[in-house]
């Protein structure tokens, strides 16, 4: 069974830097992608950034503030998050997608202040 943790959301203000993380178990990273998403208060979940084992991509309108790396040994992807602005604030939720199917975490709030 695949388990996700998320984890290093909190109050910011904007301007400010967070660092989320996602942590994965019963999945080969080799064989997945993981992904990280943003869903605002009453507006529908957006893709922020996904990773495989050799690529990564960003969300066009977020390049040169936020990053998606990982670390295999720790079977853990993070997704930082620079110049924080208001409307960045929301759910973030990270997902894993491998041959089994889709899986989601259960969401880490981050709150930015103006």
């Known amino acids: 069974q695949v388990q996700l943790v998320e984890s290093g959301g909190g109050l910011v203000q904007a301007g400010g830097s967070l660092r989320l993380s996602c942590a994965a178990s019963?999945?080969?990273?080799?064989?997945?992608?993981m992904s990280w998403y943003h869903q605002p208060p009453g507006r529908e979940r957006e893709l922020v950034a996904d990773?495989?084992?050799?690529?990564?991509k960003v969300a066009d309108s977020l390049k040169g503030r936020f990053t998606i790396f990982k670390d295999n040994a720790k079977n853990t992807v993070y997704l930082q998050m620079n110049s924080l602005k208001p409307e960045d604030s929301g759910v973030y939720y990270c997902?894993?997608?491998?041959?089994?199917?889709?899986?989601w975490g259960k969401g880490t709030l981050v709150t930015v202040s103006s």
């Open positions: 997902k894993l997608t491998d041959f089994n199917g889709t899986h």
């Open positions: 019963g999945s080969r990273f080799s064989f997945n992608v």
């Open positions: 990773i495989s084992n050799g690529e990564s």
